[in-house]
């Protein structure tokens, strides 16, 4: 049984669905992502899972419980870093550390998550006067100190700079290593293709693709990108033939092409029949990014049509 279970979930403000029939299972010791452009559902859904928001519609298990109606056994299983949080300004680093490890049964000891977290020398440091990214690895550790088997992190780095970020991703992989799932909130791609195991892309309150990150790759409508300067013209219709084409853009000279390996394939073997030389050659394979962006891109055309 999957150790987070969402069914149908819905959730609707003023009369507008933010939330509109999410549906997906997080496996034990999985690092689950979800992606989507702002305001697209995902942090209504994971405060759904964490039991902050009461669902209108659906079903919700975290670890077979009910993160409302069982709140205080699902808070022994679940470590939650919210995007938005705030300590009180005077209470120092070590003072908030104590304090959540008092707040469970079998704490982790939260010296050594404190110096990965770079914040062994803030201990004696009050919270308000730690710099945003000092805060929010401040709550990575208020997340992990209770020794959760699910924890939920909503822009894990949002406001760290490159090496922390980093770094955080280092200890992130180190948790799911200990055994603990990772349900990890994110827009940013390359933290998503490093990290998770699945990602449901979330667009407009609905999950509009579930898959792996090399999945979700795959299935971007022009998966590699092929660009040459060729020594001579080639023929647009034959250019145009090429297998499983999706673009073709000429500039200055160049010629760029999305589409898939075979289309590679098949420009290559051109260029040989033809004895043309392929200057400046570049052959790129899609990213996170390109997959989101058509994904994306994809359910907005379907939404616009259906208005229309």
Request: net charge negative; hydrophobic share 40%.
């Amino acid at each position: 049984m999957p150790v987070i279970e969402v069914t149908d979930l819905h959730k609707s403000y003023g009369g507008r669905a933010v939330v509109d029939g999410v549906s997906f299972g997080v496996e034990e010791g999985e690092i689950f992502g979800i992606l989507g452009p702002n305001g697209a559902g995902k942090t209504t859904t994971v405060e759904c899972v964490e039991g902050l928001r009461v669902p209108d519609a659906g079903r919700v298990r975290v670890a077979g419980l009910d993160p409302v109606a069982d709140h205080e056994k699902v808070a022994r299983v679940l470590g939650a870093q919210l995007q938005e949080s705030e300590l009180q300004a005077k209470l120092t680093v070590r003072e908030a550390l104590e304090l959540y490890a008092a707040f469970h049964p079998r704490p982790l000891d939260w010296r050594p998550l404190a110096e990965r977290l770079g914040l062994a020398e803030k201990l004696g440091s009050r919270f308000g006067k730690l710099s945003g990214g000092q805060k929010q690895r401040l709550f990575i550790a208020l997340a992990l100190v209770g020794n959760p088997r699910v924890v939920v992190l909503d822009e894990l780095t949002t406001g760290l700079d490159p090496r922390a970020r980093r770094g955080t991703w280092e200890l992130i992989e180190d948790v799911r290593a200990g055994g603990v799932t990772v349900l990890l909130v994110t827009h940013f791609m390359e933290e998503a293709q490093r990290l998770c195991d699945r990602i449901a892309v979330i667009d407009r309150g609905a999950v509009v693709a579930l898959d792996t990150p090399a999945g979700l790759v795959r299935r971007s409508a022009g998966a590699t990108v092929i660009s040459f300067t060729p020594s001579a013209p080639l023929d647009d219709d034959e250019v145009g033939a090429l297998p499983d084409l999706v673009s073709v853009e000429r500039k200055d000279g160049r010629i760029t092409l999305s589409g898939t390996d075979g289309t590679v394939n098949a420009v290559i073997t051109l260029l040989a029949r033809h004895r043309i030389t392929a200057h400046q050659l570049r052959v790129l394979d899609a990213t996170l990014d390109d997959a989101f962006l058509d994904l994306t891109k994809e359910k907005k055309e379907k939404t616009e049509g259906t208005l229309t």
